[in-house]
């Protein structure tokens, strides 16, 4: 027997003991996984991410050859030819609108303006990102976490500050999560309890089909049109919503919406995590991009719930503000926040329905959002 | 500094062109709204057709819920300035002769195959047309919806429609006589 292969054994112990930050990564790590389980804190991504985080950090061979364009690992595989090209996140996309019912917003389309309000976030963090030091490509996808969608956020990442894609992501996913912790005070600091208080009538008209048919083909056109860069991302987002309104394909759109969407959300989520290691993770940047993250939130919800009022100004027909925090597309989180909230000021108001709109635009305006600044910077 | 200069003006693009396009998107599913319009006729059009579509094994249970659909559609068209009179409706191919009284005065009288039955509100009579129509009517449509839209709206923005009947608080109690 070679004495000298069983001392090896132990070589992971004494990796350990050379770099305690590692032990740090691990707990990091296992925190999340405790947060996904027992706190139900966006658990099909926070369980991934956190073992991916521990994965890396006890293994680091598995993303070897990642950053050099040959991959050797098998996340190092997923990562290169799934994550850094942006197949999975827009595959992702594909299945989130198959999941999608964009109804609530066609009824009253008043709501893509509330959509677009929430993206103010994205841009005033972008400039403080840019005042604190970051360049300018991880600016736009430190502010891009304010439009709280992850599959645009992961793919600019990818594309503008790969460098960046753990931290950045780890982020946009978390404070997805923490959406009914951050929202509800600034909501409560920016309305009246009267205002909160106002009741909704249900949708105004029904949509029919033909209509529900055309809305993903112009989006995408138009989209297209306007802003070419952010046709991958709409598209993908329009397409997956035709395969369910179609009513022809609906083994097509069961499957983007089950299974599919669930392998790639898996893959990504431990891809992510493989991305800190405890050198690329620990350092200043990343509680810097944290806090940016948050403060985008904070604007974008603001930035909803004052459109809306603002729209008030001009309807016979008050629109509940509430409803415009749920312009973050942060889905469905968002809109159930804008539902307790209504509830909490009036026991017979039901906005759920009426935040979805908002919520649902939110995530074409961080799509469009993400295209400019791939538009401009890339 | 040249840096936040350049941000400066990608953000000033940015917003406008997320704006544009968001704009661009509310005016185009506007117009799509006016071209593609379908409110206020499914129940209008069945039951001037003198049925209610309905898929087989699907129908009411007994002639109360056959009352709460009359009062409900009553209801619905007076909100349109359109009587129901007595027109027989048809659920799920059955025929019911109903007549139902007059909505402003509390409770209502609703007949059906000559049963008899008085409806109100937690027994205190029926709110005037003017306000319990628009909700009536657009329950109805509500109902058309699938479970998911009535767990979004459920009891406190008035009743709602389940096989067993108007349910909810603020439920209308169809009561036989």
């Given at each position: 027997?070679?004495?000298?292969?069983?001392?090896?054994?132990?070589?992971?112990?004494?990796?350990?003991?050379?770099?305690?930050?590692?032990?740090?990564?691990?707990?990091?790590?296992?925190?999340?996984?405790?947060?996904?389980?027992?706190?139900?804190?966006?658990?099909?991504?926070?369980?991934?991410?956190?073992?991916?985080?521990?994965?890396?950090?006890?293994?680091?061979?598995?993303?070897?050859?990642?950053?050099?364009?040959?991959?050797?690992?098998?996340?190092?595989?997923?990562?290169?030819?799934?994550?850094?090209?942006?197949?999975?996140?827009?595959?992702?996309?594909?299945?989130?609108?198959?999941?999608?019912?964009?109804?609530?917003?066609?009824?009253?389309?008043?709501?893509?303006?509330?959509?677009?309000?929430?993206?103010?976030?994205?841009?005033?963090?972008?400039?403080?990102?840019?005042?604190?030091?970051?360049?300018?490509?991880?600016?736009?996808?430190?502010?891009?976490?304010?439009?709280?969608?992850?599959?645009?956020?992961?793919?600019?990442?990818?594309?503008?500050?790969?460098?960046?894609?753990?931290?950045?992501?780890?982020?946009?996913?978390?404070?997805?999560?923490?959406?009914?912790?951050?929202?509800?005070?600034?909501?409560?600091?920016?309305?009246?309890?009267?205002?909160?208080?106002?009741?909704?009538?249900?949708?105004?008209?029904?949509?029919?089909?033909?209509?529900?048919?055309?809305?993903?083909?112009?989006?995408?056109?138009?989209?297209?049109?306007?802003?070419?860069?952010?046709?991958?991302?709409?598209?993908?987002?329009?397409?997956?919503?035709?395969?369910?309104?179609?009513?022809?394909?609906?083994?097509?759109?069961?499957?983007?919406?089950?299974?599919?969407?669930?392998?790639?959300?898996?893959?990504?989520?431990?891809?992510?995590?493989?991305?800190?290691?405890?050198?690329?993770?620990?350092?200043?940047?990343?509680?810097?991009?944290?806090?940016?993250?948050?403060?985008?939130?904070?604007?974008?919800?603001?930035?909803?719930?004052?459109?809306?009022?603002?729209?008030?100004?001009?309807?016979?027909?008050p629109i509940n503000p509430?409803?415009?925090?749920?312009?973050?597309?942060?889905?469905?989180?968002?809109?159930?926040?804008?539902?307790?909230?209504?509830?909490?000021?009036?026991?017979?108001?039901?906005?759920?329905?009426?935040?979805?709109?908002?919520n649902m635009a939110g995530?074409?305006?961080?799509?469009?959002?993400?295209?400019?600044?791939?538009?401009?910077l890339s | 500094m040249s840096?936040?200069?350049?941000?400066?003006?990608?953000?000033?693009?940015?917003?406008?062109?997320?704006?544009?396009?968001?704009?661009?998107?509310?005016?185009?599913?506007?117009?799509?709204?006016?071209?593609?319009?379908?409110?206020?006729?499914?129940?209008?059009?069945?039951?001037?057709?003198?049925?209610?579509?309905?898929?087989?094994?699907?129908?009411?249970?007994?002639?109360?819920?056959?009352?709460?659909?009359?009062?409900?559609?009553?209801?619905?068209?007076?909100?349109?300035?359109?009587?129901?009179?007595?027109?027989?409706?048809?659920?799920?191919?059955?025929?019911?002769?109903?007549?139902?009284?007059?909505?402003?005065?509390?409770?209502?009288?609703?007949?059906?195959?000559?049963?008899?039955?008085?409806?109100?509100?937690?027994?205190?009579?029926?709110?005037?047309?003017?306000?319990?129509?628009?909700?009536?009517?657009?329950?109805?449509?509500?109902?058309?919806?699938?479970?998911?839209?009535?767990?979004?709206?459920?009891?406190?923005?008035?009743?709602?429609?389940?096989?067993?009947?108007?349910?909810?608080?603020?439920?209308?109690?169809?009561?036989?006589?």
């Open positions: 027997m070679d004495v000298g292969n069983l001392s090896d054994l132990a070589a992971g112990f004494k990796d350990l003991g050379a770099d305690p930050r590692i032990i740090l990564m691990v707990v990091i790590g296992g925190v999340l996984i405790y947060l996904g389980i027992a706190k139900g804190f966006e658990p099909l991504l926070l369980l991934p991410i956190g073992m991916g985080i521990i994965l890396v950090n006890l293994y680091p061979p598995l993303m070897e050859g990642a950053f050099e364009g040959r991959p050797e690992g098998i996340l190092a595989w997923i990562y290169s030819y799934g994550i850094k090209n942006g197949i999975i996140p827009l595959l992702i996309f594909l299945g989130v609108g198959a999941m999608a019912d964009f109804t609530p917003l066609l009824s009253r389309p008043i709501y893509f303006l509330f959509g677009a309000a929430a993206q103010i976030g994205v841009f005033i963090v972008f400039l403080i990102a840019i005042a604190a030091g970051f360049e300018i490509e991880e600016a736009a996808c430190v502010g891009i976490i304010g439009g709280s969608d992850g599959p645009p956020t992961v793919y600019i990442t990818a594309i503008l500050a790969p460098q960046l894609l753990g931290p950045i992501t780890l982020a946009a996913y978390a404070y997805m999560a923490l959406v009914p912790i951050i929202q509800p005070p600034i909501v409560r600091l920016l309305t009246t309890k009267k205002e909160r208080a106002i009741v909704m009538k249900p949708e105004s008209r029904e949509v029919s089909r033909r209509g529900a048919l055309a809305f993903p083909v112009l989006s995408f056109v138009t989209a297209a049109v306007l802003i070419p860069r952010s046709a991958p991302l709409v598209g993908m987002l329009m397409f997956g919503n035709l395969l369910n309104v179609s009513g022809v394909t609906h083994r097509l759109a069961r499957s983007a919406s089950t299974v599919f969407i669930d392998v790639l959300t898996f893959l990504l989520g431990l891809c992510v995590g493989a991305l800190m290691s405890a050198e690329v993770f620990l350092r200043p940047q990343t509680l810097a991009i944290l806090g940016l993250a948050a403060l985008a939130f904070a604007v974008s919800t603001a930035g909803g719930v004052l459109m809306a009022k603002f729209v008030n100004l001009f309807r016979k027909e509430v409803i415009g925090a749920a312009g973050v597309s942060a889905v469905p989180m968002a809109a159930r926040v804008a539902q307790k909230l209504g509830q909490e000021a009036n026991p017979e108001n039901f906005l759920l329905m009426h935040a979805m709109g908002p995530v074409i305006a961080t799509s469009v959002a993400a295209g400019i600044f791939l538009q401009i | 840096d936040l200069i350049e941000g400066l003006r990608i953000s000033g693009v940015g917003v406008g062109a997320v704006f544009g396009t968001l704009a661009i998107l509310m005016f185009l599913m506007m117009g799509m709204g006016r071209v593609f319009r379908t409110d206020g006729v499914a129940v209008e059009e069945v039951v001037a057709a003198g049925g209610v579509e309905a898929k087989v094994g699907e129908g009411p249970e007994d002639t109360v819920e056959v009352a709460a659909i009359a009062l409900a559609l009553a209801s619905y068209m007076k909100e349109r300035g359109k009587e129901l009179g007595g027109r027989p409706i048809a659920i799920s191919g059955v025929n019911y002769q109903v007549e139902v009284g007059d909505l402003s005065r509390s409770p209502v009288a609703v007949v059906v195959n000559g049963g008899s039955y008085r409806a109100s509100v937690d027994g205190e009579g029926l709110p005037v047309t003017e306000q319990i129509a628009p909700v009536l009517g657009t329950q109805m449509r509500d109902t058309q919806r699938g479970r998911n839209w009535r767990s979004a709206y459920p009891l406190a923005q008035g009743a709602y429609w389940d096989r067993r009947g108007w349910a909810g608080r603020g439920g209308l109690g169809v009561k036989r006589e």
